[in-house]
């Protein structure tokens, strides 16, 4: 079983809807990443978090370390919005580096 | 403006044949880390360096080399290349290893 297991690994969705995508986790972790590639390949850090939530712009991620799960969520969805977003923790303990989801590869449809 | 670059960006090459991917930050960041991303696998670990001479394995380090003779710069080393090792490969940096990485974007490699 992965380490990191993101859900769902597809999503197709119209413009304006609000999406959700998940990662759930099952390592202790000190921190949880979510990333944005988009279909040119560059990767680009769009939050990190260790507790709580954060907010920019459309984009909200949280994070319950309880249950070791984060939802990332994408109001008033946009096309451009069309990208594969990857969860990625890093472990407590182990190499200082970072254990990456297999990722959800969303388009939204205009 | 503030970037990692990495070079080159395609690259084919045979079995055999040692090759170098650099890599090089002008963040002043202590950490640099290198991942290869292979379709159904995603993201892996290959090595990374918390500073200056400073490097350690990752999840998959066979076949690979690092080196950390300066800050900015951490090339990925491969004396041997071998068609397992067709990927796309990412360099990344932090400031501290503990906070937000800054992608390079990635070397498409193809060993025949």
């Known amino acids: 079983k992965n380490e990191v297991e993101q859900s769902p690994q597809n999503l197709t969705a119209q413009e304006g809807e609000f999406i959700t995508i998940n990662c759930s986790y099952s390592v202790g972790i000190s921190a949880l990443h979510w990333l944005q590639q988009h279909p040119g390949g560059g990767i680009v850090s769009l939050f990190m978090?260790?507790?709580g939530k954060k907010k920019h712009g459309r984009l909200i991620a949280t994070i319950n370390i309880q249950e070791k799960h984060s939802s990332l969520h994408i109001t008033a969805s946009h096309p451009r919005d069309s990208a594969v977003y990857i969860c990625?923790?890093?472990?407590?303990?182990?190499?200082?580096?970072?254990?990456f989801g297999k990722g959800t590869h969303l388009i939204i449809q205009p | 403006e503030a970037q990692v670059t990495q070079n080159p960006r395609y690259l084919i090459t045979v079995t055999g044949k040692k090759l170098t991917v650099t890599c090089s930050q002008n963040m002043n960041h202590e950490y640099m880390s290198w991942y290869r991303q292979d379709p159904g696998l995603g993201l892996r670990q290959i090595y990374y360096?918390?500073?200056?001479?400073?490097?350690d394995k990752g999840d998959v380090p066979e076949g690979y080399k690092v080196s950390r003779k300066e800050k900015r710069n951490f090339p990925l080393i491969l004396e041997s290349p071998s068609p397992n090792q067709t990927s796309l490969y990412f360099c990344?940096?932090?400031?501290?290893?503990?906070?937000?990485?800054?992608f390079g974007p990635g070397t498409r490699l193809t060993v025949t």
């Open positions: 360096s918390m500073n200056v001479e400073v490097t």
């Open positions: 990625a923790v890093r472990r407590i303990g182990g190499a200082d580096g970072l254990t």
């Open positions: 978090l260790s507790s």
């Open positions: 990344a940096s932090s400031l501290t290893g503990r906070d937000e990485q800054y």
